[in-house]
């Protein structure tokens, strides 16, 4: 049993006057949440007719309407059945239609009491692709209808007759309850007090202040977004056009300081032991301001720049006239003579060399706050201009610098391609969760798990990818203490082992064995980086391991004052002329753009860092393809085991506690 004809279509022969309008789902949510709410504020005994296009719908709304029916015995809902919905009788009147019903693409909603009535009928708007799938409607929310909603209580009731005749066809054993219906339908209203409209009102403000909240955070965000990219791009632009330091200095003085909306803003070329510079790129924001442009600026006197140059990071003041934390005394005439209030200062640095720096001032009497996203983006300038300045030196010197240069453009183009994969698309699967959860508050239980579970696992993966890049950064600006004791290997070993089983099932792990003695000497490193050298070089071991492989680590004293730990894989293996570049930053054999075995080229270039930090040495080897690895890295032995024969010390604390200490305080901070 099917009816072809539209409750639409019916409704605008019998109200010619009629005119349809467009509705997006999110409007229709809205206007039926809003029109249910009225019914259960206003009470009495309505007659409720709800239709809706499949049963999944429906399930969305179920609670509502028990709560409804404990106030009228006269509500009916309409769905086409997908799983266990069916026609009854057991809290209301349910009526389950033919999928081919032309019921199955409306959506009607008609409320008729006695002192209120509203109906909402419409019609979606067939898409002209039939590619999208059907289980996505749910969520859908730009779905677009056609159709009516109004007050009028004679349209309603003309809309409740056409679905009460609807209902008769599938459930004639319901006639009488449907006369006593359609009798309803003609009741004089009577003369009595208006029921409140307020609850209709308020739940259309909060789903239009809600959506308003989420359009608004949303411009923000790709305003900022925009903001960052334009920014960046244009720099990158005038880098990529000219190699002149001057016109790319002066796109990104210009770009920097109206982006910024500062008073101030100067670029210029320095390093950590100049005394002076001269200030050759300068933007003003109006002709007030007074230029700095071509005066010599203090470094030596200077205790903000002295500041940056031992931090090796940006330095910001919001009042220079109450700052507590520097001693700004030396820059008293300075201050009052450029009518300085505000001072960010951003060094420009390259692999832990001092190459440039970008200022920021503010004259205004009121103080300013650096924000961490305007810091943010004055240091994403910095960078660019860090390339931009090892470019124009490694061209200078083309012919001694020309296999530098194309590491940097390569670094580069991956640091491009990791950042849009490994941080847009965990952001944007974690943004579409976190909608989904916020918009669709009865979302079933399991479903809501499977959404949170993703937008964790996702965090969890860019909270790695970051706390690499902090890492490395770290490391290559030289700001890293090293803490040297004296350490048992094995014990670092094992928290390492710990480690990877924690992080991962071993039926997706091949088998590692540990072939390192506890009779080995003592080594003089820092423990936790030595624990994680060792996780992420298994790490790596394992990622390219078939289950079925093996990993093997193994050690031994090499020479007199060195020990040599070797990790031996079954895996992919290295192509000979690769040995070398696999410790670069950013490095993937497969490249940044299809790459199958994940991560983000860090983890190697960090355990390089380490190493030499340490004072060891860390290479591959590899026989080519499919041949399997092997990564070797030494570390110096404690003094008291270099002395004549081989005499394991005894520190002052256990090696165990020590190790365990250390690693425990990393994982908590990093």
Known sequence: ????????????????????????????????????????????????????????????????????????????????????????????????????????????????????????????????????????????????????????????????????????????????????????????????????????????????????????????????????????????????????????????????????QVCRCLIYRCKSTDATATIAYEYRRDSKIMPLAGEVWSLKSNPLFQAVVQQRVAVAIANTQTEAALDLTPLHSTLERWQIRAWLMVPVIYQGRLLGMVELHQCMTDSHSWTEAERSLVEAVAAQLGVALIQAESFANLEDLNQQLEALERTRSNLIAITGHELRTPLSTIQVCLESLASEPDMPAELRQVMLDTALGDAERMRKLVQDFITLSRLESGRVQWHLESLALDECVDLALSSIHTRQTDDHLPSIKAQVSRQLPLIQADGEWVVEVLSKLLDNACKFTQPAGEVIIEAHQNGGKMLEVTITDTGRGIEPNQLEVVFDRFYQEEGALRRTAGGTGLGLAICRQIILGLGGQIWAESAGRNQGSQFHFTLPLAQDEVVGAIVVATPTAPPTAKVRQSHRKRAATG
């Open 1 to 260: 049993m099917s009816i072809s004809t539209s409750v639409l279509d019916d409704l605008f022969q019998r109200s010619p006057h009629l005119r349809s309008q467009l509705y997006f789902k999110s409007s229709l949510t809205a206007l039926s949440h809003a029109m249910e709410d009225q019914v259960l504020a206003a009470g009495g005994q309505p007659l409720v007719i709800a239709s809706f296009q499949r049963e999944r719908f429906y399930r969305q709304e179920a609670h509502r309407y028990l709560k409804i029916s404990a106030l009228t015995s006269q509500v009916y809902v309409l769905a086409a059945p997908e799983t266990s919905f069916m026609s009854g009788s057991e809290h209301y009147e349910t009526v389950a239609f033919d999928p081919t019903d032309q019921l199955c693409h409306e959506w009607h909603l008609v409320v008729i009491g006695q002192q209120y009535a509203a109906c909402l009928v419409c019609r979606e708007r067939q898409t002209t692709s039939n590619a999208v799938d059907p289980g996505e409607l749910a969520i859908d929310q730009t779905r677009r209808f056609e159709g009516i909603w109004t007050f009028d209580r004679q349209v309603s009731y003309q809309a409740a007759d056409i679905l009460l005749e609807r209902i008769l066809v599938y459930r004639p054993d319901l006639a009488a309850k449907i006369q006593q219906a359609k009798a309803m339908l003609w009741v004089d209203p009577g003369v009595g007090l208006e029921v409140d409209p307020d609850p209709f009102a308020q739940r259309l403000v909060t789903h239009l202040q809600a959506g308003q909240y989420k359009l608004l955070k949303a411009y923000r965000s790709i305003a900022a977004q925009e903001r960052k990219e334009r920014l960046v791009n244009s720099i990158t632009m005038a880098i990529r056009q000219s190699l002149k330091l001057e016109d790319i200095f002066t796109v990104a003085v210009d770009e920097v300081g109206q982006a910024m």
